[in-house]
């Protein structure tokens, strides 16, 4: 595997992708349930059921293992799938200690199941290592991360958690929906196993949802499939398809993005009523170095407050280019309100405390003129 990134995120692994029968350019939408077979003890394609497998959704696979450095990649029909299927990897009784910046479904997934199922989870900061090593007892059996968080943007030393968690005997899972593999590869940092929303950059357009659990360790990457086939919850060859011409153009979508963010987040910085703004492409976000020495790239979400709740309640009305509306990381500049989108199942206590507040805004920079998405902004700003 010597094709560097852009290259696989075109074409997978030259040597251990096949290509299509019939040479198709664009891998063919495997639209069936199932597969014949010719005899019994036969199975020449490798292929029975589309639940267990399928080709599209295969190749799909192959290719996030390829961008990831995984063994395996199961894709399931959303990234809320892929993160329920490994916390069934537990058992009534294992501790589980997650990042407190964390999507807010994952939140609400343990409210409702994995409490019910026996898991006890804490939330810690992870972005201090002490308080990490603090929250370890007998039962811990894994220590989730989110990084940067959502949607505070905190960053998480993913080597020094890995290291920790190695020394414990825990997994360390990563969702690396923020940076995309191509700014980010928790795998080779040390984690377990990796977690994407393909709904946002892999897929990248805004018009999917799918999810993604890759892992270093063959044995793990088999559990993880076993649980997919026998939850269900897997993704069409339809939406992997989509997924796989999402990821064609993942590289240069991500420095376009990127490059965009860089520029609104400066213009952000010097308005009078954007009191703070969490980007950590700025030299001072807290945790700027750890993201610089474990990623290559600050990618494009940037949270940001302003002075009040009128003026956050007037941006979201007013803005024209950008999109008033949940999800990140496609092509449409989207711009979301974390205290009532994305975060009301995060106990106010813990909103107040990290500071996801009525006067937070989490935007998600596409690839329009950057200069236009500025424009946008600034006539939603002013009064
Ligand atoms: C969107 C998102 C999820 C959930 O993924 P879905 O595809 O919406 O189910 C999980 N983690 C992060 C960081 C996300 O942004």
């Not at 201090?128 to 505070?152: C, F, H, Q, W």
């Not at 400066?266 to 308005?271: F, R, S």
């Not at 494009?300 to 009305?317: E, G, K, N, P, W």
């Amino acid at each position: 595997m010597n094709e560097r990134f852009e290259t696989r995120c075109v074409h997978g692994d030259i040597d251990s992708s096949p290509c299509d029968e019939n040479r198709a350019i664009s891998f063919p939408i495997y639209q069936t349930t199932s597969f014949g077979h010719l005899k019994t003890g036969h199975n020449e394609s490798g292929f029975d059921y589309s639940r267990e497998s399928n080709p599209t959704r295969q190749r799909l696979e192959e290719i996030v293992s390829s961008l990831e450095g995984a063994v395996g990649t199961t894709a399931f029909s959303s990234g809320m799938a892929a993160i329920s299927a490994c916390f069934e990897l537990f058992s009534p009784g294992d501790h589980i200690i997650c990042s407190e910046d964390l999507y807010g479904g994952v939140i609400r997934l343990h409210n409702l199941i994995s409490v019910k199922n026996g898991l006890q989870i804490d939330y810690a900061d992870t972005t201090d290592l002490s308080v990490v090593l603090t929250a370890i007892r007998p039962e811990t059996k894994a220590i989730y991360v989110e990084t940067p968080g959502n949607p505070m943007m905190e960053i998480t030393d993913l080597r020094a958690c890995a290291k920790i968690a190695r020394e414990h005997g825990l997994l360390l899972i990563v969702d690396n929906t923020f940076l995309s593999p191509y700014f980010q590869n928790p795998l080779e940092l040390g984690a377990d196993i990796v977690i994407h929303s393909g709904s946002k950059f892999l897929s990248g357009h805004n018009d999917t949802i799918a999810g993604f659990a890759s892992s270093k360790d063959q044995v793990l990457a088999d559990k993880i499939r076993l649980l997919s086939k026998t939850t269900g919850g897997v993704l069409s060859p339809f939406d992997s398809w989509l997924v796989m011409r999402g990821i064609k153009t993942l590289p240069i979508r991500m420095e376009q993005q990127q490059k965009n963010a860089q520029k609104v987040a400066g213009w952000l910085l010097e308005q009078e009523k954007v009191k703070k703004v969490f980007y950590p492409g700025l030299k001072n976000h807290p945790g700027y170095d750890i993201h610089a020495g474990q990623t290559r790239g600050a990618g494009s979400m940037i949270s940001f407050s302003v002075d009040c709740a009128d003026t956050a309640l007037r941006m979201l009305q007013k803005v024209k280019i950008v999109t008033f509306a949940e999800s990140l990381g496609g092509t449409e500049s989207l711009l979301t309100y974390p205290v009532l989108q994305t975060h009301p199942d995060v106990p106010a206590k813990t909103r107040e405390h990290l500071g996801i507040t009525d006067t937070l805004l989490r935007l998600s920079v596409g690839i329009e003129n950057a200069d236009d998405i500025i424009s946008d902004l600034k006539q939603a700003l002013e009064d």
